[in-house]
T-cell receptor, first 114, second 109 residues
Framework: GAGVSQTPSNKVTEKGKYVELRCDPISGHTALYWYRQSLGQGPEFLIYFQGTGAADDSGLPNDRFFAVRPEGSVSTLKIQRTERGDSAVYLC????????????FGPGTRLTVL | GDSVTQMEGPVTLSEEAFLTINCTYTATGYPSLFWYVQYPGEGLQLLLKATKADDKGSNKGFEATYRKETTSFHLEKGSVQVSDSAVYFCALSDYKLSFGAGTTVTVRA
């Protein structure tokens, strides 16, 4: 079956611009997660959705970052006024339910801020 | 908060050698433990998991046992192949995943 998909696979933008990153989870998965992976490091948690609501956004680094999941399926991570330090691979994962359910990861979006 | 510490790399081995990657964790509750693998040019894939103490996860010849007394989840494989060359991440989950920094493993023919 189809896995988690993310678009675009690569995004190059200029400092100060706005970007949107999209995640399509596995069909039927109610939990959706965003992570950020910097070069040479493990992924770091950003935000978790259960259904349409953000159940935990404690990992968002500042108010330039925002994410939505309006219909409980597709999610969009939005970054305003991008900075060079935002350059990383942004990973999306989904699981059937929350808790200890296995999370399945998408291929990621590589964001480069020039 | 919850955290994971795993063995620093890089690790270079010859084919058929024994591989161990150490992983220890700190958690307030009883999390599930995972090993994820990232092959060159590919996304993160679940390798194995264990959900409670003394559980053993296994897959593709890899094994790891959830040791509550030593707060560890070390990854082992008895005979590695070139195709096992990858970055390995230890992680724990209450619901969100906390990852270690990753260990790069290179297996030479």
């Amino acid at each position: 079956g189809a896995g988690v998909s993310q678009t675009p696979s690569n995004k190059v933008t200029e400092k100060g611009k706005y970007v949107e990153l999209r995640c399509d989870p596995i069909s039927g998965h109610t939990a959706l997660y965003w992570y950020r992976q910097s070069l040479g490091q493990g992924p770091e948690f950003l935000i978790y959705f259960q259904g349409t609501g953000a159940a935990d956004d404690s990992g968002l680094p500042n108010d330039r970052f925002f994410a939505v999941r309006p219909e409980g399926s597709v999610s969009t991570l939005k970054i305003q006024r991008t900075e060079r330090g935002d350059s990383a691979v942004y990973l999306c994962a989904s699981s059937l339910n929350q808790g200890s359910d296995t999370q399945y990861f998408g291929p990621g979006t590589r964001l480069t801020v020039l | 908060g919850d955290s994971v510490t795993q063995m620093e790399g890089p690790v270079t081995l010859s084919e058929e050698a024994f591989l161990t990657i150490n992983c220890t964790y700190t958690a307030t509750g009883y999390p599930s433990l995972f090993w994820y693998v990232q092959y060159p040019g590919e996304g993160l894939q679940l390798l194995l998991k264990a959900t409670k103490a003394d559980d053993k996860g296994s897959n593709k010849g890899f094994e790891a046992t959830y040791r509550k007394e030593t707060t560890s989840f070390h990854l082992e494989k008895g005979s590695v192949q070139v195709s096992d060359s990858a970055v390995y991440f230890c992680a724990l989950s209450d619901y969100k995943l906390s990852f270690g920094a990753g260990t790069t493993v290179t297996v030479r023919a």
